[in-house]
């Protein structure tokens, strides 16, 4: 295995990241986020956390934060409209992304949205994209419980 043949901006990128460790994921996050200089923030996020992602949203505004919101049913896409086998609303990352496309955030965060989703989420966001909360529905969201 050959090293990484980083950039300039690659390795700079790579200290600012180094300057936010060590604390929790959320603080790290929030340092990450000012250390970089982001100013527009996207939360993609789906339906059935949206608690967290009140919570979520008190903590960024506190920190002075100015972060977009999205749910994952955002565009009213039917189940029916990507298979005849799916019923009711669907989720849609795709158009989440285009939504905080839209919005020119500078920095997206994948939060609690099912892992194919996520993976198409990040497949189509223009902004670098973080995952913050996986979703584990059977584990409250703690994916470590799977390992304990």
Same mark, same amino acid.
């Given at each position: 295995?050959?090293?990484? $043949? ?101 920095? $997206? ?32 969201? $703690? ?6």
């Amino acid at each position: 295995m050959e090293k990484g $043949n980083y950039t300039a901006e690659d390795k700079e990128f790579m200290c600012i990241t180094s300057k936010a460790c060590n604390k929790s994921r959320l603080a790290e996050l929030i340092s990450f986020i000012k250390l970089n200089g982001y100013r527009k923030i996207g939360v993609a996020y789906c339906f059935s956390v949206k608690a967290f992602a009140e919570k979520l949203k008190e903590f960024f505004a506190a920190e002075g934060i100015d972060a977009v919101f999205v749910n994952c049913k955002v565009s009213g896409l039917m189940g029916c409209e990507l298979s005849p086998e799916l019923s009711g609303a669907s989720c849609d990352p795709k158009s989440q992304a285009q939504y905080l496309n839209a919005e020119q955030t500078d920095f $997206n965060i994948n939060f609690g949205l099912c892992l194919g989703h996520g993976i198409l989420f990040q497949k189509y966001s223009v902004a670098p994209v973080t995952t913050l909360l996986v979703k584990d529905a059977c584990h409250k969201h $703690n994916i470590m419980e799977n390992f304990v």
